[in-house]
Nanobody, 114 residues
Framework: QVRLVESGGGLVQPGGSLRLSCAVSGVQLSIGLMAWYRQVPGKQRELVASITRSGSTFYRESVKPRFTITRDNAKNMVHLQMNSLKPEDTAVYYC????????WGRGTQVTVSS
């Protein structure tokens, strides 16, 4: 059974930092691309950052250079270090991985507010 479990969200003041983690289990094949998405109510889920198995990264423009995505291939985990957080970063954050991109976890809520 494929499981993606996100953690590390919370309430933080503008300018603060959070580190999100996602643990992936139940995948029988080698995990390729790993990504973080976010969603706010009433809007489509959007890609925040992604990382290939070899470490090549992609970031949406609005999070450069504040966010850093990393992965631990041995542990099947992906992390998102978020610095200099802004109110517009408030969202539920989800991880997603290939080759099981049809699976989503419950996400972790990030709220940036004073």
């Amino acid at each position: 059974q494929v499981r993606l479990v996100e953690s590390g969200g919370g309430l933080v003041q503008p300018g603060g930092s959070l580190r999100l983690s996602c643990a992936v289990s139940g995948v029988q094949l080698s995990i390729g691309l790993m990504a973080w998405y976010r969603q706010v109510p009433g809007k489509q889920r959007e890609l925040v950052a992604s990382i290939t198995r070899s470490g090549s990264t992609f970031y949406r423009e609005s999070v450069k250079p504040r966010f850093t995505i990393t992965r631990d291939n041995a542990k099947n985990m992906v992390h998102l270090q978020m610095n200099s957080l802004k109110p517009e970063d408030t969202a539920v954050y989800y991880c997603n991985v290939d080759p099981v991109s049809q699976y989503w976890g419950r996400g972790t809520q990030v709220t940036v507010s004073s």
